[in-house]
């Protein structure tokens, strides 16, 4: 059961799928706020299939570091499923990666909002396919949903890493 | 003793002093990767001290994301302290930070180099007043240089902080 790995468990699948494939992915993270790219370095050799990431909790910092679009974070508010999708697509396209992954969620204690409680966090993955967002709502305290949702954003990751491949080998038969 | 704390510790010790003094700090980290920033997130309501971070792990990344000259690197190595001074000042101009913090080394198990050891790593802080860099050499496998080096990178932005709030202090009696 993939829900049962460990971050670091999540990052060396996803290391060993992508030095197999040999691609590379970038994140941008808020509320993660570097879990997903330290999961990632924790893996000797890193440099192979990750081509860094932008910790990006500030709305100031996923324009200047991620390259959000400035409207996008105004319009859609910086926990939204358009305001992960932008920072995976902007970190993919500014470090020139072939995979990017995006976290921004409410990690608590405090800052639920109408729409999103403590614990909802947007996951998002682009590729030069386009962009797929997750909602998810954890449980326990900030440690537990920071660690939880930088696992799962890994995960989301390698679906769409393994797909991607079935695919290009499909259609090349 | 300051050594004795915990990198979770170190960085609501940063915190704290950050908050009361009304300052913010950016980090860009290449062994570390990520862990300096995710220390920061880790405290609630980090927004009020921390604009945000780098994870500069690859050369192209620290020119991309952290600012970094691309001569220096080409220039000095990597891992030096050149390119760990740039990579502080590079990250605190582009966030707009009242400091910026850098960690660049040798996390092993594997890189030694004639001048540098696995454990090697340069921890940098830049505020406006100029870069302060040190070297440390730390044991243990590679998880355990990584965070001696993000405890330790942000203790020495705590020395910063403190030494010239002090001194600010001072000059206004």
């Known amino acids: 059961m993939k829900r049962e790995l460990s971050l670091s468990g999540a990052a060396r ?9 040999k691609k590379t992915f970038a994140s941008a993270e808020s509320c993660t706020g570097g879990m997903v790219a330290s999961a990632a370095v924790g893996v000797p ?8 990431g932008a910790v990006s909790y500030s709305d100031r ?7 959000v679009p400035a409207g996008t974070v105004r319009r859609y508010t910086a ?20 995979y990017g992954v995006a976290t921004t969620g409410i990690a608590g204690p405090t800052g639920a909002t109408e ?10 993955v682009s590729s030069a396919r386009g962009e797929t967002v997750r909602r998810r ?28 491949t079935e695919k290009t080998i499909g259609s090349g038969r």
């Open 13 to 21: 699948l996803l290391a060993a799928l992508l030095i197999r494939n």
């Open 45 to 52: 050799g890193a440099s192979r299939f990750f081509a860094g």
């Open 61 to 67: 910092s996923k324009t200047i570091l991620a390259g």
């Open 79 to 98: 926990v939204s499923p358009e305001t992960a999708a932008a920072m995976a697509k902007g970190i993919r396209e500014k470090l020139g990666a072939d």
């Open 115 to 124: 729409k999103d409680p403590v614990g909802a966090v947007y996951l998002a």
């Open 137 to 164: 709502v954890y449980g326990g305290g900030r440690r537990a949903v920071r660690l939880a949702a930088a696992r799962d954003a890994l995960l989301l990751l390698c679906g769409t890493a393994e797909r991607e």
